[in-house]
C-alpha cells in the first residue's frame, strides 16, 4: 500500500476536484492507488468525468504553420521556464520558426529537428537554441511536434486559444476541392476547432472510443446505479441514460456546439453542407494543452 502523503492528497483533489477529507478517504480505500481512488470518488457522485490525469505544469508556446492549400499542417510545443519568457515576442517567434520547419522540412523527431540548418545563417536548429538561450536568459525545449497531410479532397482548419497554451487542429474531408476556398467552409472549419478547444472531447464519435474506455464507463455507472438500490431492469436503464449522457458530452459530433446550445455538432455540420452544397465530413481533430502528461488528445474516425 502506498503511503497517503499530503501530495497524494493535492494531487488526486486537483485532477477530481473533490474535498480534501472525500480525496483521503478514496485513497485509503483504494491503498494509495490514484485509478482506482478517482474511481471510487466518481461511483459515489464526488467526482466527474475525468479525461486525463496529465495537467499543465511547463511555460511555453504552441505554434502552428499551415501550407498555403491547407491540406498540410504543423503544431509544435516549445517550452521555456516562465511566462514572463513564454510571452515574449522573439520567443513566440522562435517557436512559430520550428513549427514552419516542421511543416517545410518534415524531421522525424526532436533530434532531427534541431539536427536542421536554418535558413539565411550557417547555424543549425540547436545553434539557434543556444542563441535564444543568451537573448532570453532561459532554458527552452521542444516538447513534441505533429506534422499531417490530407490524402485526397480535403482540408485543416486550426485555432490557438489563451496566449498560445491550447491549440487545435482539425482535418475535413469533402467532395468539391473549391470548398476549401469557401469562406462559409472557413468559418465552419475555425468554429469546429474552437469547439475542440472549449469543450475538449475524447473521440470523434461514438465509433471512435476505445473499448476498453466505453466498458470502465459502464462498469462505474452500473456500480452508481447500483447504490441506488432500485431493480436490476432499472439500473441497466440507469447505466444506459448515463452512458448515453457521456457520449454527448464527449464525443465531438454529439457535443452541443458552444456557439449554439440548441444545436450539436452533427446538427451544424448538416447545416452547413446544405449551405455549401457539399458533404463536409470531420475526419480527425488533435488537441495540444501546454505542458500535458496525459497524452496529446488524438481522435480520428473508426
Do not use: W
Not at 455507472?221 to 432499472?234: F, L, N, R
Not at 458533404?279 to 488528445?297: D, H, K, P, Q, V
Request: glycine share 8%; proline share 2%; aromatic share 6%.
Amino acid at each position: 500500500m502506498a503511503e497517503i502523503t499530503a501530495q497524494l492528497v493535492k494531487e488526486l483533489r486537483e485532477i477530481t476536484g473533490a474535498g480534501m477529507m472525500d480525496c483521503k478517504k478514496a485513497l485509503m480505500e483504494a491503498e494509495g492507488e490514484i485509478e482506482a481512488a478517482i474511481d471510487n470518488l466518481r461511483t459515489h457522485g464526488l467526482a466527474a468525468q475525468v479525461k486525463k490525469s496529465g495537467r499543465a505544469t511547463n511555460e511555453g508556446a504552441i505554434a502552428i504553420a499551415r501550407a498555403d492549400d491547407d491540406r498540410t499542417i504543423a503544431m509544435l510545443e516549445l517550452n521555456c521556464e516562465t511566462d514572463f519568457v513564454a510571452t515574449n515576442a522573439t520567443f513566440t517567434g522562435f517557436a512559430q520558426q520550428l513549427a514552419e520547419l516542421v511543416l517545410t522540412q518534415d524531421p522525424a523527431d526532436v533530434e532531427a529537428l534541431k539536427a536542421l540548418p536554418v535558413s539565411g545563417a550557417d547555424i543549425t536548429v540547436e545553434q539557434l537554441f543556444a542563441d535564444m538561450f543568451n537573448k532570453l536568459g532561459e532554458n527552452m525545449g521542444v516538447a513534441r511536434f505533429t506534422r499531417k497531410t490530407i490524402e485526397g479532397t480535403g482540408a485543416f482548419a486550426s485555432y490557438i486559444h489563451g496566449g498560445a497554451k491550447i491549440a487545435v487542429i482539425v482535418a475535413f474531408s469533402f467532395d468539391t476541392a473549391e470548398t476549401a476556398y469557401s469562406e462559409d467552409f472557413k468559418v465552419y472549419g475555425k468554429d469546429i476547432a474552437m469547439q475542440v478547444a472549449a469543450a475538449d472531447p475524447i473521440a470523434l464519435d461514438r465509433d471512435s472510443f476505445d473499448p476498453a474506455t466505453i466498458a470502465h464507463e459502464l462498469e462505474i455507472y452500473k456500480a452508481q446505479a447500483a447504490e441506488s438500490g432500485k431493480p436490476e431492469a432499472i439500473q441497466e436503464k440507469m447505466a444506459e441514460g448515463r452512458l448515453n449522457k457521456f457520449y454527448k458530452e464527449q464525443a465531438l459530433v454529439e457535443q452541443a456546439f458552444v456557439k449554439d446550445m440548441d444545436i450539436s455538432i452533427s446538427d451544424y455540420t448538416r447545416r452547413v453542407n446544405k449551405e455549401i452544397g457539399d458533404t463536409i465530413t470531420i475526419t480527425s481533430f488533435l488537441r495540444y494543452n501546454l505542458g500535458e502528461t496525459g497524452g496529446a488528445g488524438e481522435a480520428a474516425a473508426s
